[in-house]
């Protein structure tokens, strides 16, 4: 079983999200998915609870409560607490891919060096078997701390593997027990471009395989996205127009 950890203390930079699009995703490929919810706040489970039946199946590991991390699965996903890390060691042995989600601000950033440096303290960057990578989510267009960022990026030789954008859409998705991967791929083509290298990265994804691109509506011409961002303009006109599709969309939802 693959396990895959989303870790940062920082409250608030993604992992809920991140971890409940990597188990919609794992599991709409056909993989046997386990949402491990360590957080005592329950946002993972409740999400889970909260989904329509229809929906892609995902089992849900109380480990919050200390139900054992056991099961018949091909990959668990780990959604860790915005809390100390001290708190997450017991799974460092067992873990295969760390991503750390971190909002591209100030504030974030210095955390994120801190978080860096109790990883390092603790061995986590010795160990070869774990792949370490950083997500920046909730980018907003024309950022001025993406340089900020890089320079962590270099100080820490931690790489970048995705670049989320700032959009209502996850919020709105995750509101109604939904991800972007259960809309209908043209209503949300641009953000799920950006998760192409995530899966890459965590090897749910086979960049070779056509025919899931075209399932996700990834085809050729859609690219994912870098940080060399359109004008804020016309930016926050299309985010508006995915917006008001995924509002009636909601609508249609009840
Ligand atoms: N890319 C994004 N664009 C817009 N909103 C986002 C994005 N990613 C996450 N959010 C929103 O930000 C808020 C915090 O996200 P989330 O709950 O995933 O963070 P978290 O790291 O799990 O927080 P905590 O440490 O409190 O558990 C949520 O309302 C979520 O919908
Ligand atoms: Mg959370």
Request: aromatic residues 6%; glycine residues 6%.
């Amino acid at each position: 079983m693959k396990h895959i950890v989303l870790l940062n203390p920082k409250g608030g930079c993604g992992k809920t999200t991140i971890a409940t699009h990597l188990a919609v995703y794992a599991s709409t490929m056909g993989l046997r998915v386990a949402l491990a919810d360590h957080d005592k706040q329950q946002s993972s489970h409740d999400w889970l609870k909260s989904r329509p039946r229809r929906c892609a199946d995902i089992a849900a590991i109380a480990a919050y409560d200390g139900v054992s991390l056991e099961g018949e699965f091909d990959v668990m996903i780990h959604d860790m607490p915005g809390a100390a890390v001290s708190t997450a060691h017991s799974i460092a042995s067992v873990c295969d891919k760390l991503i750390i989600p971190i909002t591209p601000s100030p504030i974030d950033i210095k955390a994120a060096l801190r978080l860096w440096v109790t990883l390092s303290n603790n061995g986590w960057l010795d160990n070869t078997s774990m792949n370490i990578g950083v997500i920046a989510n909730r980018v907003k267009a024309n950022t001025k701390y993406l340089k900020t960022f890089d320079s962590f990026l270099t100080r820490t030789g931690l790489p970048r593997i995705a670049t989320l954008r700032d959009t209502q859409n996850y919020i709105k998705s995750l509101d109604a027990g939904l991800t972007l991967f259960d809309l209908p791929p043209g209503r949300v083509a641009n953000d799920l471009a950006q998760w192409q290298p995530i899966m890459e990265w965590t090897g749910l994804f086979d960049l070779e395989d056509e025919e899931l691109l075209s399932m996700m509506g990834l085809e050729d011409d859609v690219q994912p996205s870098d940080d060399k961002f359109v004008s804020l303009e016309s930016m926050n006109y299309e985010q508006q127009q995915e917006e008001d599709a995924m509002d009636e969309y909601s609508g249609e939802l009840g």
